[in-house]
């Protein structure tokens, strides 16, 4: 059994920042990508950034250069660095591994980030 434990998101302002973790535990002998997906009401879900082994970075056009992801191998870690926030980043944002040996994706069960005055 694969486990990721999500830690962040809330309330903040426009322009405000938050940071997300999620940490991945359980029967893992090798994760190969990292990231995390959003999704908003009405919306389908999207894949806001993503991080390889090696730490090769990738992100959505609506959130580069302002959010930063990046991960810690040894703890099996991935944090979201989210700044700049604006209300339309408003969504449910999960987790996700993709792990090898044998292979498979997971994801979190997704913590609430909202952008409101």
């Known amino acids: 059994q694969v486990q990721l434990v999500e830690s962040g998101g809330g309330l903040v302002q426009p322009g405000g920042s938050l940071s997300l973790s999620c940490a991945a535990s359980g029967s893992i002998f090798y994760i190969d990508a990292m990231g995390w997906y959003r999704q908003a009401p009405g919306k389908q879900r999207e894949l806001v950034a993503s991080i390889t082994t090696g730490g090769s970075t990738s992100y959505a056009d609506s959130v580069k250069g302002r959010f930063t992801i990046s991960r810690d191998n040894a703890k099996k870690t991935v944090y979201l660095q989210m700044n700049g926030l604006k209300p339309e980043d408003t969504a449910v944002y999960s987790c996700?591994?993709?792990?090898?040996?044998?292979?498979?994706?997971?994801w979190g069960q997704g913590t609430q980030v909202t952008v409101s005055s």
């Open positions: 996700w591994i993709r792990k090898g040996y044998p292979s498979g994706d997971y």
